[in-house]
């Protein structure tokens, strides 16, 4: 049995209650803009999860929390291509991590998983009964209504933060002493990032965090009378359009995508192939266009040398390059160059899509903010 839907008919509490009641086994695909979860089921209880938000893998869900630094989760990455092992077992026997604090982190990052899935008012599902993952998984098992219950309230917290922190764009400002609370390394982090000149964005990027959770920290020391947030500021971002008069559909955006493609705007092609599939995930078309379009984007970033083995140097002081304008991702990826770590090591500790990682070194090579050894 396959059910369909749309989370603007059927409410998502309403959903899970429905699979728990009837003791469903199955697979639940949720989709909205660019992000796919899935959620499994076996006899109406959550047993797993799995997302396409890189945020939610496990290694930057701890790097996020607190557990691990940057260069154990390349470590980690590294030894799991050459056996295969799930990445919690790796970190568990680098001794990064407890096991039962392992287990407590999986299950924290199922549910926040889930509990997005609330705030969000226009997405797809479906649920595909007795599908149940291929890949090998930590046992978990979580109560439907409880999740619904707590769920409800990240939405009402989720509407309350907003009210003060209206985008990721605002810059939080500190007029107060910032401590986070006792036994919590990820507000910590995040709140020694606060400098009063980076986004929430840019912190949430450099942390490995989702936008929720710092702001739900930011949100904490502005009720303390701690901090202060200020209006947004103009963001360097590229946002998918197609030119005047055209119909706004899968086959238009793959058609101003290739146009970019031609002119060598990558990132453009990338984010326009991107919506394509978003807006009509269904099309066997546009998946097929999507991946001549990146294999044309591989390739050319091939022929400009960016291999996993080549070492990215600045080609000015972190400084100036800071003072650029801009996006939040490449400000990201200039942190990262210290003339040791290759592309490599970069794309394995980068919390943005492998693909973008690399179409964004290649706007830094050919704006001459880096060079390749």
Same mark, same amino acid.
């Given at each position: 049995m396959s059910l369909t839907g749309s989370l603007n008919s059927m409410d998502f509490a309403e959903l899970l209650q429905w699979l728990a009641r009837g003791r469903k086994t199955g697979m639940l695909l949720v989709?909205?803009?660019? !992000?796919?979860?899935?959620?499994? +089921?076996?006899?109406?209880?959550?047993?797993?999860?799995?997302?396409?938000?890189? !945020?939610?893998?496990?290694?930057? +869900?701890?790097?996020?929390?607190?557990?691990l630094d940057e260069l154990t989760l390349a470590k980690a990455i590294e030894m799991q291509s050459g056996n295969r092992m799930l990445l919690g077992k790796i970190l568990t026997t680098l001794g990064a991590i407890g096991e039962v604090e392992l287990e407590q982190m999986l299950r924290l990052k199922a549910e926040e998983s889930i509990y997005e899935i609330f705030t969000w008012a226009d997405a797809d599902f479906r649920f595909v009964e007795d599908e149940l993952p291929a890949f090998e998984m930590v046992p978990i098992s979580l109560d439907v209504q409880t999740l619904v219950l707590r769920g409800a309230k990240r939405l009402d917290d989720w509407t309350r933060i907003r009210q003060l922190i209206p985008s990721k764009h605002c810059v939080p400002v500190s007029v107060g002493n910032l401590v986070a609370p006792e036994g919590d390394p990820g507000a910590e982090q995040i709140l020694q990032l606060v400098n009063d000149d980076r986004t929430i964005e840019e912190i949430a990027l450099d942390t490995h965090s989702s936008e929720f959770y710092v702001c739900r920290v930011l949100w904490d020391q502005i009720r303390l009378g701690h901090l202060k947030v200020v209006r947004p500021r103009a963001a360097a971002t590229i946002e998918p359009a197609v030119p005047n008069g055209e119909a706004i559909d899968a086959a238009a955006l793959i058609e101003v995508a290739l146009r970019h493609l031609d002119e060598g705007h990558l990132l453009r092609a990338l984010r326009h192939t991107r919506a394509a599939c978003d807006l009509d995930p269904e099309s066997r078309a546009a998946k097929t266009k999507a991946r001549?379009?990146?294999?044309?984007?591989?390739?050319?970033?091939?022929?400009?040398?960016?291999?996993?083995?080549?070492?990215?140097?600045?080609?000015?002081?972190?400084?100036?390059?800071?003072r650029l304008e801009i996006s939040a991702e490449a400000g990201f990826i200039l942190s990262r160059i210290n003339g040791t770590y290759d592309l490599g090591t970069i794309l394995k500790i980068s919390p943005i899509p492998t693909l973008e990682t690399q179409v964004v070194l290649w706007q830094l090579l050919e704006a001459g903010h880096i060079y390749l050894d």
């Open positions: 989709a909205k803009k660019g !992000t796919q979860k899935q959620v499994y +089921f076996r006899d109406g209880r959550i047993i797993a999860t799995a997302s396409s938000d890189h !945020t939610e893998y496990l290694g930057h +869900f701890l790097v996020s929390h607190g557990f001549e379009i990146e294999d044309r984007i591989r390739r050319t970033l091939a022929e400009h040398g960016l291999g996993n083995t080549a070492v990215p140097h600045l080609s000015a002081n972190l400084a100036d390059l800071s």
